[in-house]
């Protein structure tokens, strides 16, 4: 401007050259005069630094909540816990979960140096208690969940054993006093386990019914079984269900119905139908392969025709294995019970399968009212009269193997990490799955169309194959959701626009991420490299460092110089 503070430039002109520049220069040069700074305002301007320096797809709109494109930057850039602020160190191995109380107060850690510790979250965060679970015969230990109003802690484990032991246990410890309250077993150990109602827990438990037939059931628990009446339930059979092909139920967690009407955030479906299949359909039919005998004197031929020859026997046996099982399961299955649309009603959700024991479906079942309280037949009554599998309400098949699922804190969106199967690949052998991408797949389904929605997020990475894929955790918030993986980062996506926002570096594999449920800007992250690191946003740190946050604009030009 002129002394007289009149513009040399016209605002238009203004505007074209701040089109040209990065969001950085832009709020630079708004520093400089008035006019300057009603430009660097402008809401096309932003709309467009927001569409360029976040790549974000043209189509996308604005997410819902936003009032401006300015403050909608200003949100992904500031408000993204990804400044380490505090690394702990007090694990001796690997962490491999992490878990928050409702409250946000505190958290817990599970790792493979076999011990369960509980921590309080303030500004700095220190350690309250840890538990060792070795005197129990534990291998490690690796999954907890605090029950609604955090009074108790549940925590799963593994037993020590054989190298292919499928044996857990679950514990429920008192928040009060750390106590250990009571014990129940946990097969396999990767069910993991999950609360349903304050007091009440479900675990599971395997029936082997042939070579590759067998039958998971899942318990409800009583957190607190020092009952001395012998008329009172402290575990009841909630479902018993086949499994075919070497499948089992893993993972099991539960989404409230109620609160699907008022989500968080809504999103769109822009993708087809998650695939839905019929447990009871029938399998994938053997190629029947004619065999030559072994030529004389050709012994290493013959040894190998021989072994081609037991494995086609293995195959055939384990097809009409199946075959009987499917024939069976058609004449004791219970259908599923009719009820009305119910808020009372809550979607207990695990990982399975019908083709291969890696795990490559969602199953889904309705749990009703009279289903989340110990009453009925007390423990040993009436077994003989209940012969029936229960069946599924939906099964969702991702086609690739499940190495993590999460739920959205309004319950409405499960978030699944997945490492698919090649496309049109099919199982022959269910001992013999196909092969898996490296690249995480993280989709997204409705609960309550029961819809895939959006595409799946990508970036993350795992290596290991088929029989040594272990589970990577992942969770929500509102607006975000993260995961660990094995290319030692966590990730940070945006979940309205579908955009990796961070890569939080580790020194090893990290497996497991979670949000502060009552603030979203604070991420912990837990890792092979026996750490658990705290991340904050930039605003959260600047308000904290300083006695006077400086405006976000200004900040963010000297971190961008």
């Not at 106590?179 to 150990?189: G, Q, T, W």
């Not at 939906?394 to 999460?406: A, K, L, N, Q, S």
């Amino acid at each position: 401007m002129d002394e007289g503070d009149t513009p040399l430039l016209p605002a238009c002109l203004v505007h074209r050259i701040f089109l040209s520049l990065g969001p950085a220069d832009v709020l630079a040069a708004g520093l400089v005069c008035r006019q300057w700074l009603a430009v660097s305002r402008d809401e096309f301007l932003w709309r467009e630094q927001f569409y360029r320096y976040y790549q974000v797809a043209r189509d996308v709109p604005r997410h819902p909540a936003a009032t401006s494109w300015y403050e909608e930057f200003q949100r992904l850039y500031d408000t993204v816990p990804c400044v380490e602020v505090q690394t702990l160190r007090e694990h001796t191995d690997q962490v491999l979960h992490l878990s928050f109380s409702h409250s946000g107060y505190r958290f817990a850690s599970c790792s493979k140096d076999c011990t369960v510790k509980i921590w309080s979250n303030s500004l700095t965060i220190s350690l309250l208690h840890s538990a060792d679970m070795r005197p129990y015969n534990w291998s490690y230990t690796q999954f907890s969940q605090f029950n609604q109003d955090d009074s108790l802690l549940l925590a799963s484990g593994v037993f020590l054993g054989p190298h292919n032991s499928s044996s857990g246990e679950i514990v429920v410890i008192s928040l009060d006093n750390y106590a250990l309250l009571s014990r129940m077993r946990n097969k396999p150990y990767d069910v993991f386990g999950c609360w349903l109602t304050e007091t009440s827990l479900i675990s599971g438990n395997l029936h082997r019914m042939g070579d590759i037939t067998s039958c998971s059931v899942l318990w409800l628990n009583n957190a607190f079984q020092n009952v001395e009446s012998e008329n009172v339930n402290v575990v009841k059979r909630l479902f018993k269900i086949q499994n075919l092909n070497a499948s089992t139920i893993r993972t099991v967690m539960v989404a409230d119905c109620g609160r699907f009407d008022s989500p968080d955030l809504l999103l769109d479906i822009s993708a087809p139908p998650g695939r839905v299949f019929d447990l009871g359909s029938d399998g994938i039919d053997e190629d029947e392969a004619a065999a030559a005998g072994p030529a004389p004197g050709r012994t290493e031929e013959g040894f190998r025709h021989l072994l081609g020859t037991r494995a086609q026997l293995q195959r055939a046996e384990h097809t009409l294995e199946t075959k009987a099982a499917e024939l069976l399961a058609k004449s004791r299955t219970k259908p599923p019970e009719r009820s009305v649309a119910c808020a009372q009603n809550k979607l207990l959700i695990f990982t399975t399968g019908c083709l291969t024991y890696s795990p490559h479906q969602i199953g889904i079942k309705r749990i009703l009212p009279h289903q989340m309280t110990m009453a009925g037949p007390v423990l040993g009554e009436g077994r003989g009269s209940d012969p029936f599998f229960d069946a599924l309400d939906h099964v969702i098949d991702v086609h690739g193997h499940i190495i993590g699922m999460g739920l959205s804190p309004d319950n409405r969106y499960l978030y699944v990490n997945s490492r698919a199967w090649p496309s049109g690949s099919v199982v022959a052998d269910p001992m013999q799955p196909p092969p898996i991408a490296e690249e995480i797949d993280l989709l997204v389904f409705d609960l309550k169309t029961m819809q895939k929605v959006k595409q799946g997020l990508r970036a993350h990475r795992a290596y290991t194959p088929n029989d040594e894929c272990f589970f990577i955790f992942l969770d929500v918030s509102r607006d975000f959701v993260a995961s660990g993986a094995e290319d030692r980062h966590g990730y940070i996506w945006d979940r309205h626009y579908n955009i990796c926002l961070a890569k939080l570096r580790h020194q090893d594999v990290v497996n497991s991420v979670v949000f502060s449920p009552q603030e979203q800007e604070l991420l912990l992250t837990a890792s092979d490299d026996a750490t658990i690191k705290a991340w904050r946003s930039p605003r959260t740190v600047r308000i904290l460092q300083a006695p006077r946050p400086r405006p976000f604009f200004s900040w963010f030009a000297s971190q961008r110089r």
